[in-house]
């Protein structure tokens, strides 16, 4: 089927305003958020329904053309950007954007896979109720997307990733049927739980359009502390304690070295360092309750002197009222765009066992710096998961293209190194184009060949995102 034809037969199905075809208006599709990742696509389709969904995908099947799904476009990993053959069609699922039931009784909200994170996180709390997952880009990614790469972010620590938040899904699968799996059940021992196969599989296997979700109690008391540290271990002895002192309520733990600080405060607008001193770490630590005044100041303030006076800590403050708690969040969360304006970095997101982490920064910062003076080692994230952003900036002035250049042998080691230390060389972002080689070597051969024997049962023509996760057939 020509394009004309396509575009035709797709206009049927969506009608007009389902439809991006102009050159300019598709633009915006075809690369990401840091301009990384650029494509070309036959057409971008924008259906509003289940069944227009499935319909596109029928119709695709048919006539065998590859589907790109995509949602706010936020991924870090170029998994929602079309390969540059022309032939594509991606998939758009920002109309799927509605809240189908919020079910209080049952603690679970049903939501449209176009439904943008921060919607549903204002739905919740209009019900009274937190949704917990809570992200950088969370003002414009989607719920099919958080899905799909089984996003983390800053809450992980004490409600789980995406996966953990999930009861039920509504997929379209790559033939066009519909699995209506949409089922709101904390237990449910039928056999195997299908769902997780399609979360965090990056639309290799089907697209998402509807999910339930769970609802957690409000939060009534927050308290939010900046904290200056002398080294990483001390924030592995620190967040045993505050863990110990505070149990669940040790909702965020966000470690930041201090070059990503100082990247922040010459590149983000409005933000401000809270300390006189130049300190080599800091953590971001939240603590919350569902009661209201809870005595979390106390709590922390208990901590910190004890932290304190084991040498953990050198210097913290506690914001004292909202626009502080957001000063705060600032400096944690400018870190990406902060790091974008110092030229071409490489993104490592990387876990290991939160034990290891020290020992694992410190072997990979001494490697990295012997083998390539001069580079900046952006090392932050969520580190009561065990992940750390650990990415790399060129040498201060120096040559863009020779540093992108040493990309693969600067990559080399810190997987090698995250392999050594037990641990994975993606924690939270997927695979996408941008790990998929890595992922090939890295990777148990025996997972490796079980996910491609789930790939080629459920896409046997291998439609769905080809060219991501894995270079299939
Ligand atoms: P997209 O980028 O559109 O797509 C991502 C992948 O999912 C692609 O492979 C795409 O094909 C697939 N996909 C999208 N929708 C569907 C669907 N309905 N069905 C099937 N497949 C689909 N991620 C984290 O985990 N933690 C963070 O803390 C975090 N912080 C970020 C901060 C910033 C500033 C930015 C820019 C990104 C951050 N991310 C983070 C990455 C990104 O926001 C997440 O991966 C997010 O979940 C992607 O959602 P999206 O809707 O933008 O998906
Ligand atoms: C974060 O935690 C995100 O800020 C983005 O996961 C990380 O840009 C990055 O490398
Ligand atoms: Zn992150």
Redesign the pocket.
Known sequence: MNVHNLRHALEAIVGPAGLVCDPERMASYLS??RNAYRGKAALVVRPATTVEVAAVVRLCHEQRIAV??????????G??IPDDSGTQVVLS?TRLNRIREIDTANETITVE??VILQTLQAAAAEAGRLFPLS???QG???????????????AVLRYG??RDLTLGLEVVLPDGQIWNGLRGLRKDNTGDDLKHL?IG???TL????AAVLKLYPAVCSVTTAWVALPSAEAAIELIGLVRGLCGDRLTGFELMSRQSVEFVLRHVTGCSDPFDQIHPWYVLIELSDTQPEAPLNELLETGMGQALERGWVTDAVLAGNQAQVAALWALR?GI??AQNHEGPSLKHDISVPVSLIPAFIQATDNRLLDDFPGVRIVAYG?VGDGNLHYNISKPAGSDDDAFTAQRAAITQIIYDATTRFHGSISA???I?QAKREAAQHYKDPLELQLMRTLKTTLDPQGLM?PG?LFQWL
């Open positions: 990401d958020w790109v799904p995509q949602g706010g476009n936020t991924g870090l990993c998994g929602s699922l896979a176009g992200l950088g880009a414009s990614c989607t719920v099919g997307g958080n899905l799909a790469t089984n996003a983390g972010g800053t990733n995406m399609f599989s990056e639309g089907g697209i998402i359009t969360e990406s765009e969520h939270e972002h997927g996408g995102n991501k």
